[in-house]
């Protein structure tokens, strides 16, 4: 039965079935998108232990009420048998592939056309395939936990690590889900709709005193209440007090329930944010992610504690308003909520063609910020060249189109306002003037007309408060759906579910790679079929040139990623089943990039082992021969690092990284470029403490200079991400084989600058 | 161990091919044969240099080596220069392997405010929905006249030339650039 890769729809299954094709023996399903001429086309690709089946025509998916309903336009159908193919690949172009199948008798026929977006499919279909054919069962166990189709809409979720489909989501789920956060406070939350009706109701009534009863009731003879203008002076003041007292409650049990909700929200995301893998990162910027923990949490916030309890306070308010006027005097109120409606009408007209100007200002902002960015982080190369000018020339650019987008903005809102407020001016004579009407002829009493007059001021607020509150809506929205995207998000690398016993003293590192494959993107293997050993207790040099995938070897030893295809065994122990901490504990990396925490040298250095004494802070400084730097800093070890610290060069941030290295005592020491930033001098007593370190201890090292690993226990040569060999370093000098070749450069390029270089 | 000397410190060079002395003839792989200057190469690929600039101009031809490596043979400056027959043969080359849908009018613009934006367009592949994740970063301007767009399943399509558009669709579009 079909798991992968693509599903097939229940009107592609029947024109299978109707080709005698048995569903339930079919292994794997890729769909191509295009023709042979690249034309929009759907051709369905699987095959069963017998035959390549191709089905092509077009798919319609039609909605259904709440469902989708599926059909199928046949077009086309061919199958070939497994004996006559060889093998099948995906041919890369530059934004489309083909699938190819090799046949037989030497042939290359072109099976499907797709764009390059889903060759990660293709591949892994491709592999399977040549599995299956071999009469081996393919591994599907890294596709299990990817979430690859939407149940409801049956698309494919953009991200297989993350259950979220843009296709059919509703808006509104984002907004519930956000409520239910609040469900731990569902009392506060009663009460803070009473009170929120309560004040607002009072605050309704309380022009009622000072205009229909006043006039009609206090100050015309025969009134009810003739003469008492202390009572009218005592009752609008209390209900006043009492709304506004209404009013700063909620204020403050919202202000103390949001921030827990937010709290918790901001916790949960920075916690999430750990537990992802590191190709997480490595797909988002920095900046980005920082963004969303800190800004996306104060437009939630801002949500919740203004735009929420206005929004529930102008409803009602509205409501009473509407209910209040008709009470009046429906002939006057259904006027004047007329001329509202028009008044607004015009405003939302006008404000549809000004939210395209305020995307352009959002648009010519963001270009002008990021010249600025570009300009004053490249601010040494702009003057070593000495192209001030020209980047003042391109600021400016971007800068008029500020302008101009600035301008647009102010012109229309000069334009529209004047106009808007004329037709204000107009309508609203016409109603006082039946208002006087109605009051001369006897239809209604001039404090109904003063009440009546006071509630159309009233009515704008909520009115044009529900106009713009969309944009509120969208920000809080758009903030909370970025943080959830982080929260729904699955590591890629996860912790085992079973995991092995490790024994008392942790891993002792005996490392052993099994055919080994890894690909960061599919089809383009950086290591290919590796098998290696690294014995514990020795040490081994892994050597090769720029990108023949030696930082990848050190990443899957330390389970940044998991292998694509193959097995890494640690004390015979396979790596997804030792617990992360474990591994964690047992091997210490340090590696090309180095990066200083906000905080003191000696709380860097213990970073991996915060109950480390200051003893051993020093003995490891030492060890890294960091110790000498850091005693002439004028703060020595409580000298402040990272943002907002001193600057240290980059031979100094190493060697404290290798102190923070040295300090977790790890079996396994990753050496990755460690000393590639150092002065020769310094590198010769970072190898003797590294020599010091060697008892007991399993260490691998990555270097350029051949020379840091000569006294390697083992040398591995890696070149385009298969071993090519590996002995000592006597021995591969003796073989004269790719080290052999390296080394010579080296020696060569040492010598013609005046340095030789023994040995060899 | 001149020869040595000569890998270490030689500088590779930008190495104009003669149009009139090139000679690609189709292989059944999709890749090409050429022929220069009494060397023949298999497996040859040719890359644009500068694809949205000046796509006729600066095509690098280059071949795999026993190492699996691409080894550029050198660049046709303007594939105009080379022999009618020839022209056609890198042309279509060219075409297929650059071949890339072209968003030729843009029907409506759906932001569904969670960080997704659909675009209901009419390609030259045919109409298609197409979902672009964060639009930002994957509406790209190139060269202030065309825009290159990434969907959410990292496909990409182009719009050559934004103000040879109809009216209705540059308004459209004019939100996102």
Known sequence: MIRYFDRLTDAVAIAFAD??????????????????????????ITFDDEKLYILSGYDRLVRNKKTFDTQFDFKDYCEYDFCDIERLFVDRYQYTCRLIAKMTDGRELPIGRFSSGFSEKFEQFCRRFDCIKRGEEPDDSALEDRHLYCPKCQRKYPDPNRRFCPYCTKRSWIFKRLLGMFKDYKWQMAIILVMIGLSVALGLVSPYFGTKLLYDDVLTEGGSLYGQILLVIIAMGGFSLISTIFSIAYGIVISCIAPNVIHKLRTDIFTAMQRLSLSFFTNKQTGSLMGRVDRDSSDVYFFFTDIMPQCIANLIKIFGLVVLMLMVNPLVSVCMLAVAVIVLMCEVIWLRGQRRNWRSRDIARRGVNSVLTDALNGHRVVKAFARERQEMTRFSGRNEQLYTADYNLGRRSAMFFPVQQGIYAIFNGLIYSLGVYLVLTGQLQFGGLTLLISYFGVVWDPMFFFMYMGNDWTRCTDAAG?????????????????????PEGGLKGDIEFKNVTFEYEAGRPVLKNMSFKADAGKFTGIVGKTGAGKSTMINLISRMYDVTSGEILIDGIPIKKIPFSALRESIGVVSQETYLFMGTIADNIRYARPDASMDEVIQAAKNANAHDFIMNLPDGYDTITGSGGISLSGGERQRISIA???????????????????????????QSAIDNLKQGRTIIA??????????????????????????????????????????????????????????? | MIKNTQTVYEVDTLRLLSPEKVDFIPEDSGLLTLKYEGEEYNRVTLTRLVPFDSSDEYISAAYKNDRDEWKEIGVIKDINALPEQQKKVVVDFLDFKYYIPVITKIKKITDNRMGYLFLDAVTTAGEKRIAVNDWWHNFRMIQNKMISVTDADGNRYLIPEISKMDKASIKKLQLFI
Do not use: W
């Open chain 1, 660 to 686: 923070r290295a040295l300090i977790q005592k790890p079996n396994i020491l990753i050496l990755d470029e460690a000393t590639a930033a150092m002065d020769t001098a310094t590198e010769r007593k970072i």
């Open chain 1, 702 to 760: 990555i270097a350029h200079r051949l020379s840091t690993l000569r006294d390697a226990d083992m040398l591995t040569v890696i070149e385009n991400g298969e071993l090519k060999e590996s002995g000592t370093h006597d021995e591969l000098i003796r073989q004269k084989g790719a080290y052999f070749e390296l080394y010579k450069l080296q020696s060569m390029s040492l010598k013609s600058i005046g340095i030789g270089e023994d040995g060899g």
């Open chain 1, 482 to 502: 970025r943080m959830f995207e982080i929260l729904d998000s699955e590591p890629t690398v996860k912790p085992p579910e079973h995991p092995a016993v490790i």
């Open chain 1, 19 to 44: 080709r005698a094709v048995d569903i339930d023996k079919l292994r794997y399903c890729v769909k191509a998108d295009m023709d042979s001429e690249g034309c929009y086309y759907d051709v369905y």
